[in-house]
Nanobody, 118 residues
Framework: QVQLVESGGGLVQAGGSLRLSCAASGIVSRISTTGWYRQAPGKQRELVAGITSGGSTNYADSVNGRFTISRDNARATVYLQMNSLKPEDTAVYYC????????????WGQGTQVTVSS
C-alpha cells in the first residue's frame, strides 16, 4: 500500500553530516507516522526519530540535538538530517511508515548504510 525508498547513506568522518531521504509512493495520504530506525550489528533495531502527519516530532535521547527529521509533503519525502555524527551512529538506517484505522499498514524501506569513521 505504501512503498518506501531510502537514499543518502554513506561513509563519513566523525563530526561530519549526512542527510537521508525516504521517498514514499502509494497511498501516501494515509500515512499517519513516519519514522527512521537504525540497526547496528548485533543490536536490536531502534527508533531514531519520528514525525506524525500533524508535524509532531520525537527523537531518541542519543540523537536529540544532533538529528532533525522533516518532511516535504509535495515530494512525499521525509528527511533525516544528521549532524555531529559519531562512530556509534554507524548502522543500517530504515524508514518506516504506518497507517491506522481502515487503511492499516506498516511499511519498511530496504535500508541504507551509514558508516562513521573515527
Amino acid at each position: 500500500q505504501v512503498q518506501l525508498v531510502e537514499s543518502g547513506g554513506g561513509l563519513v568522518q566523525a563530526g561530519g553530516s549526512l542527510r537521508l531521504s525516504c521517498a514514499a509512493s502509494g497511498i501516501v495520504s494515509r500515512i499517519s507516522t513516519t519514522g527512521w530506525y537504525r540497526q547496528a550489528p548485533g543490536k536490536q533495531r531502534e527508533l531514531v526519530a519520528g514525525i506524525t502527519s500533524g508535524g509532531s516530532t520525537n527523537y531518541a535521547d542519543s540523537v536529540n540535538g544532533r538529528f532533525t527529521i522533516s518532511r516535504d509533503n509535495a515530494r512525499a519525502t521525509v528527511y533525516l538530517q544528521m549532524n555531529s555524527l559519531k562512530p556509534e551512529d554507524t548502522a543500517v538506517y530504515y524508514c518506516n511508515a504506518r497507517g491506522y484505522g481502515v487503511t492499516k499498514f506498516d511499511s519498511w524501506g530496504q535500508g541504507t548504510q551509514v558508516t562513521v569513521s573515527s
